[in-house]
């Protein structure tokens, strides 16, 4: 099927500007772009249907490149005991924390875990999300990473948009490896894994890397097996402490190093030198209201690639709007809304391995966009979240939520 889209302007994001085309067309064909221009410029085309876009501001459809949507319970009690003084730790000593989750994720079935996502990631999906990774990390035992990873396929299969998994099994300890980290990796490396990709489950490798989880000698064991299984591999570095992950995740040439607060200009570097996208996390940086910036400067003095995401999680980014994101990486960590939408588009897809087909709008990628009622791009990120009037295409045809 071809399709004229016509009457809008379109903000491509081609090398990660918004290499913007006024008074512009797509022409669209079997789920790709065919062409793109300014309306002047547009050949007669024989197309089945013609959509006027009424002025809109066409954008690619956006990319939430970093979420643990699929979980049981959630943690607003706890947010309630830290506002009154209660400290994380201290929660933590409780059972609440990471372990609750786990607790509550093992306890639901499929489809209670399939239910609740489908909620969350129908509402990042008004926001124009179109393609989401989504982590495991709350099972921690082959059966319930499994769970989670299926439920992250399933939603592909039943809402329209694309799903990246990821296996985040060395997210935490286990209770039943509580002081036995250096097996629990084993059992991942030896178990979990090879059973995980077997299946066609895992898209991608993460850990978290941080003194109350991985260490980086750990993380290192599971990036080899990574390896050897022919997956890619991202990691949660820097979010805490300065551990180096993110240079580990560079010599490995992961596809992005998430948080990054306490990184370093040599991570930078390294980062800038393996072409690992910095992926930025501005809701859990307010949630926990940390003070300590990721370094803006040396990322974008190496030419580091930042994306930015929700992190949507229950116990550090309970966000369930990326525009929202968009607004607090500019606020809280300076970005430019073009730097912003970048990052949800572009350089998220980057992170994802999908910047060859996705994340900008260019002839023989994904017909995958946002139509926006919006005055200019950067409004994007100047409504602190809301629902803006869009009209939201995936591979070429127009969905409705
Ligand atoms: N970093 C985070 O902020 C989340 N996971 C991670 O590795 C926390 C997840 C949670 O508290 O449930
Ligand atoms: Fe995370």
Redesign the pocket.
Known sequence: MTTLWQNCHVATMAEGRYSAIENAAIVTRDGLIEWLGPCAELATVEAERTVDLGGAWVTPGLIDCHT?AVFGGNRSGEFEQRLQGVSYAEIAAQGG??AS?VRATRAASEDELFASARQRVQALMRDGVTTIEIKSGYGLDLANERKMLRVARRLADELPLAVRSTCLAA?ALPPEYAGRADDYIAHICDEMLPALAAEGLVDAVDA?CEHL?FSPAQVERLFIKAQELGLPVKL?AE?LSSLHGSSLAARYQALSAD?LEFMTEEDAIAMAKAGTVAVLLPG?FYFLRETQLPPMDALRRHGVRIALAS?L?????PGLSLRLMLNMGCTCFRMTPEEALAGVTLHAATALGLGDSHGSLEVGKVADFVAWQIERPADLAYWLGGDLPKRVVRMGLEITH
């Open positions: 643990h924390g990471i989750t997210h978290f989880a949660h979010q948080h859990a992190d999680n229950p116990g550090t980014s």
